[in-house]
């Protein structure tokens, strides 16, 4: 945790305390505190640029404090406290405070959240840091007030750890969904909780074990009811703490309001059931939101078919309208009509014919609004309200948004649309409801799930309703640090405001539905759930279930149309995505007949992977350069959009553009009277930031500007010069054109380049050039360059754009890697031997020594790993690839037979720069190819697709396999002089030396299609030098099992000079007498290189693949078995002799002919 910053904020989490902001902003402008770094803090950023703090994180390079200032966040609750990174941050400021009198260690002032002030500082003076400095024993009595405060927390951690005085809770939970189980999860997390027991609960929770169970009666029989009676005598059995109420319909149903009747002590995290009005009767909240003045659509409420259908022809018939049915209906009872005659079918639908029962009584019909939709959810204490990350779900039940409604198939946060301001926003709606629901006597307790729509006017209410979400839910709570069962008993003992809610930094979360095949309508059940462990080993990834049971054997069935929810974490929602997607492909839901139904959407969170750029706008003068950017914009073909217009001059043109956009736009104007350019700069950023900008232009901007915003904006702000830098770098306006002009130029134009320090020195994004005329004077040539400042934008912000779009637009397809596995697996499961099955689609391959013959206690493993070469490089320039991968096949199994050891399974790796499913799949075709003639499983490998590490038609192959060999039978042993040297012929070059081969067919002036000159019948030089490698093992292991070779020596890189001593002992050389004839292809290579016979025998195998080393006693069974194995041609190579001092361990006693 140690950090060369001048001060560091430590453990704020969300929160930003005033008195804090205020000692920061102090100690940079007054002190000359120069960089903040915060730790596990992650508002101060923002916070501190916003009027009047107005200060950058890093206001100047290098440090002139004297010490180090730390501001440490005591924790709030001993929940947090105990948490690892908070008990990480209280061993800090231990050590830190120990340190004393040592010069570098930093003053600690600890800020209590409870009280809103510093620990030990009772003085009321505006400057704290010049008060510890003028009085000298402060710090003393500061270090003392801080282990005051962590030693009150140490106690507390004790009691707790004492059985008599732990808190030690149960807690019911209402419900049967995936919501639930991910509520019963993260309240199992707390160590305050005992057990949680879910009522009736599904599979998911049954299984999850630890705290968490489903209920059951006093006869130990399953609960399947949550009505209020069985919910009361559960609670009173099992001595329930709190009760936490998942669905709506139980608090509609008032089991808020019996349980506090009868069960007062308990705490019940929910709302009433005048609470739940909110979500019970639409008409009552559309009637609140308009007497509070909360932002919502236009609408009516009725009663009478008749009348509503009246009020619907009496609105223009262009006017779009959404109808509801007032009461609740499964989140089924809203409609979509997009004509007037569809508009009054749906009142007659929800009203007439009764399609929703009794919640369509009540009809609400209202204006339709455009916009994106978020799901903000919020805790309340009855008082006031906490919103958390907002998430977007996925209603449609198909890609794209198609097909009928359903109660979600995925979601995830957080949702990039709502910006920090936006957030605040919408919190300001949730507390300003929890304050009007208490002044009318029905305090709200629980959570507020209030859904938005981002409309071009702002945030506006659709509903609300009175629980957690689902499937928002199983990605809001995975991101919520804080330990859910404090921040609920604070909402029910209304102290929300003492605790400190905290979500994680820089983590998103995203999950997709499974759900049963025909969903939303009618669907299967009971089919048994396949893959769930290997899903659930996913790393980051958490299976939640919902329509789920377990049946008597424990196999869990699909029992509903929403089955699971598959949430993956990550740094970022992309990564988050990935996990997601990675786990669910391993479920499967299959019937009887093996036939999958299961269904889920493949386009989870793709509008916000794809969202447009979001741009920001500094300007001081009339932005005409801004509205070909708006123009393009608007047609579509910038995918981007303007959400933040800022000038230093208040009648500046550019902010009149910027209103022109809507009110969603941020258009302000900021003074600089009294600011210093640091602090405007901060303060124009913090609109910015607020705005959710991700990208700057400056369009005529008139000011300089810092360093601050520079770095802070560093690769993401950019301007127009109107000249070709570097020329005339530094000019301004009619200037510059008149500088060319008297140059005598002949071109000009304006240059794009990113912002930096330096002015007009930043990297060039884009030029644009035009033709000075002799006539041209500074102010027509102005008039030239202008016209193409707004097309440069354009071309600069497209290439932008191109940089932050989707996975796909990377290089990479997901679809085509899942296209790749399902063409391959009927070539791996061609593979299966004793010991593996050879299928694809897990993490990791299995394999069963004592299935294939070995006990582990005499069995040795071998490993053995290769690649291809270069010999890629003819296979990449003839598009013929299925060869190759017999070629890593045997360049792998034959060194492991070498050690004496069967070859049992391969993996392999196949890398590329673009993934060409047809050409990956015959490649794995041939390693399945080269697997059979080697008789080892294909249990795996990697596709991995990286478009900036190999260029398009590139790839690369790497090949693994594992062996194993009895311990007493691992070669080479016994090799010894007087034993003879056999050869088994090579097909080809096999894959070694193809650099010197491809430079051959190069000097030779042929290429790969070129008639083969060494051999008539092989076609062209491609085909020829293609010809795989050659696999011995099947041909050595009857050898082998009979223990009739002493060695063995696979002729690879180095050839024969340099393969064979690795399999001899240091007393003994080989005589080679034998040699066979030069094949065809090694003739015409030694007559096109013009190499000597030692240089081809310490480069090519020269014809001699494989040597074995047998005992002269066994040469005839030897060359017997070798026959019977499909060698019809072995050579009697030559024997072992006793090596003399220094001699070469092959001599070649024969030439090469």
Same mark, same amino acid.
């Given at each position: ?139 003393? @009595?500061? #270090?003392? =007030?801080? !282990?005051? /405060?962590?030693? $009150? ?6 009691? *707790? ?110 709302? @009433?059931? #005048?609470? =739940?009005? !909110?979500? /019970?009767?639409? $008409? ?6 308009? *007497? ?118 995925? /979601? ?742």
């Amino acid at each position: 945790m140690n950090s060369k910053a001048d001060i560091l904020l430590v453990g704020f989490g969300g929160s930003t305390p005033a008195p804090v902001l205020e000692l920061v902003s102090q100690a940079v402008s007054k002190h000359g505190y120069q960089s903040i770094q915060p730790l596990r803090s992650q508002n101060f950023e923002y916070e501190l640029l916003k009027a009047p703090y107005r200060t950058f994180l890093n206001t100047a390079a290098g440090k002139t404090t004297d010490t180090q200032l730390i501001i440490y966040n005591l924790p709030s609750s001993l929940t947090e406290y105990l948490s690892e990174a908070s008990q990480k941050e209280a061993s800090f400021i231990r050590s830190t405070l120990f340190a004393g009198s040592n010069a570098s260690a930093g003053q600690v002032i600890a800020f209590d959240v409870n009280s809103n002030s510093f620990l030990g500082l009772d003085s009321s003076s505006s400057d704290i840091i010049d008060f510890i400095k003028t009085n000298p024993s402060l710090s003393g @009595s500061l #270090a003392c =007030a801080t !282990l005051a /405060a962590l030693s $009150a927390l140490d106690s507390k951690a004790t009691e *707790q750890l004492l059985p008599a005085t732990t808190q030690s809770d149960t807690v019911v939970l209402i419900g049967s969904g995936g919501r639930e189980h991910a509520l019963a999860v993260a309240l199992a997390q707390s160590p305050l909780v005992k057990e949680v027991i879910v009522c009736p609960g599904n599979g998911g929770t049954k299984a999850e074990g630890g705290k968490i169970s489903n209920a059951v009666d006093s006869d130990g029989n399953p609960i399947s009811k949550q009505d209020n009676d069985t919910v009361l005598e559960l609670v009173k059995r099992v001595n329930a703490k709190m009760v936490v109420v998942g669905p709506e319909q139980p608090l509609v149903d008032g089991v808020v309001d019996v349980l506090a009747v009868e069960c007062s002590s308990v705490k019940v995290f929910g709302p @009433s059931k #005048a609470g =739940a009005e !909110l979500e /019970a009767s639409k $008409a009552f909240t559309k009637d609140f939101l308009q *007497q509070h003045g909360i932002p919502t659509a236009k609408y009516q409420n009725f009663t009478s078919a008749d009348e509503a259908i009246a009020y619907v022809k009496s609105l223009d018939p262009n006017d779009r309208q959404v109808v509801k049915a007032s009461g609740l209906a499964a989140g089924k009872g809203v409609l979509l009509p997009t004509t007037q005659e569809e508009t009054i079918e749906a009142v007659r639908e929800i009203m007439s014919d009764k399609a929703f029962g009794a919640a369509g009584d009540t009809c609400v019909i209202e204006s339709f609004m455009t916009g994106p939709e978020a799901s903000c959810l919020a805790f309340c204490d009855g008082k006031t309200a906490v919103l958390m990350p907002a998430a977007q779900d996925h209603k449609r039940a198909l890609d794209n948004d198609e097909g009928l409604n359903t109660g979600g198939m995925g /979601a995830y946060a957080p949702a990039p649309c709502v910006t920090p301001e936006m957030h605040k926003e919408i919190e300001a709606m949730c507390i300003k409801t929890v304050e009007k629901m208490a002044e009318r006597g029905t305090p709200y307790v629980g959570v507020l799930y209030a859904g938005m729509m981002l409309t071009p006017n702002g945030p506006s209410m659709l509903e609300y309703n009175c629980r957690f979400g689902d499937p928002e839910t199983q990605v809001v709570l995975p991101l919520l640090e804080t330990d859910l069962y404090e921040v609920m008993t604070a909402c029910c003992d209304g102290k929300l405001d003492s605790i400190d809610v905290r979500f994680k930094e820089n983590v998103s979360a995203a999950t997709v539905v499974c759900a049963a095949k025909g969903y939303p309508e009618s669907y299967p059940k009971g089919m048994a759930i396949q893959g769930l462990e290997q899903a659930g080993s996913v790393d980051n990834v958490k299976v939640y279930h919902a329509g789920t049971k377990l049946d008597d054997e424990n196999v869990t069935r699909c029992s509903g149309g929403r089955v699971l929810a598959v949430t993956g974490m990550g740094s970022n929602l992309t990564e988050a995505l990935a996990a997601s997607y990675k786990a669910v492909k391993q479920i499967t839901f299959e019937d009887s007949n093996g036939d999958s139904l299961m269904h889920y959407r493949t386009d989870i969170a793709k509008g916000a992977i794809r969202k447009k750029l979001r741009i920001g706008v500094l300007g001081s003068t009339r932005g005409t350069a801004l509205l070909p950017v708006m123009e393009a914009i608007a047609t579509g073909s910038l995918h981007a959009e303007i959400v933040a217009v800022v000038s230093n001059r208040s009648k500046a043109l550019i902010l009149e553009k910027g209103k022109s956009l809507g009110v969603t736009v941020t258009t302000q104007f900021v003074s600089s009277k009294g600011l210093t350019r640091d602090q405007y700069d901060a303060e124009c950023t913090s609109v910015l930031v607020g705005a959710g900008v991700e990208y700057m232009l400056l369009v005529g901007y008139m000011r300089i500007l810092s360093k601050q915003f520079c770095d802070y904006w560093a690769g993401r702000c950019i301007n127009v010069h109107p000249s070709l830098l570097p020329k005339h770098a530094g000019g301004m306006d009619l200037e510059v054109h008149q500088a060319v002009i008297d140059a005598k130029e002949t071109e000009s134009g304006c240059t794009i380049h990113e912002v930096t320090e330096e002015v007009d020195g930043g990297p060039i994004v884009i030029q644009k050039v035009v033709k000075v005329d002799d006539s041209d004077t500074a102010e027509s040539l102005k008039s030239k360059v202008q016209a193409l400042e707004g097309v440069a934008f354009i071309e600069a912000i497209q290439k932008k754009c191109k940089t932050t779009v989707s996975y796909a637009d990377a290089g990479v397809s997901i679809d085509a890697g899942n296209s790749l596995v399902e063409m391959i697996k009927p070539a791996c499961k061609a593979t299966r031997r004793p010991g593996c099955d050879a299928d694809l689609g897990g993490f990791g391959g299995l394999f069963d020594l004592a299935a294939a013959g070995y006990k582990s206690e005499d069995t040795i493993i071998i490993g053995a790993t290769d690649g291809v070469g270069t010999k890629l490089r003819v296979a990449h320039m003839t598009k013929k690839h299925e060869s190759v991968g017999i070629d890593l096949v045997a360049m792998c199994v034959n060194d492991l037979i070498v050690a004496g050891g069967e070859p049992l399974f391969f993996l392999d790796y196949f890398a590329t720069g673009k993934l060409d499913v047809n050409e990956a799949a015959a490649v794995v075709r041939g390693i399945a190819e080269g697997c059979s003639q080697a008789g080892c499983g294909l249990i795996g490998g990697e596709t991995a697709e990286m478009p900036s590490m190999y260029a398009p038609g590139d790839y690369d192959l790497a090949g693994f396999s594992v062996g194993a060999v009895h311990k007493d039978k691992v070669l080479p042993q016994n090799v010894s002089a007087g034993d003879v040297l056999l050869g088994l012929p090579s097909s080809g070059v096999h894959s070694n030396g193809f650099s010197l081969v491809r430079k051959l067919v190069e000097k030779a002036n042929l290429d790969y299609e070129s008639a083969c000159p060494w051999d008539k019948n092989a076609g062209t030089v491609g085909d020829s030098l293609l010809t795989p490698t050659k696999i011995y093992v099947k041909c050595c292991l009857p050898l082998l099992k009979k223990d009739m070779l002493t060695g063995l020596s696979h002729i690879t890189g180095g050839g024969l000079l340099e393969n064979l001593p690795r399999s001899l002992p240091s007393n003994v050389k080989a005589e080679i007498t034998g040699h066979p004839p030069l094949p065809a292809v090694f003739s015409w290579m030694k007559q096109i290189s013009g190499l000597d016979d030692y240089e081809m025998l310490r480069t090519f195998n020269n014809g001699v693949g494989m040597v074995l080393i047998v005992k002269s006693d066994v040469v005839d069974e030897a060359k017997t078995l070798l026959r019977e194995a499909g060698e019809d041609v072995v050579y009697d190579l030559g024997v072992l002799t006793e090596r003399q001092g220094d001699e070469e361990q092959v001599e070649m006693k024969c030439s090469l002919a």
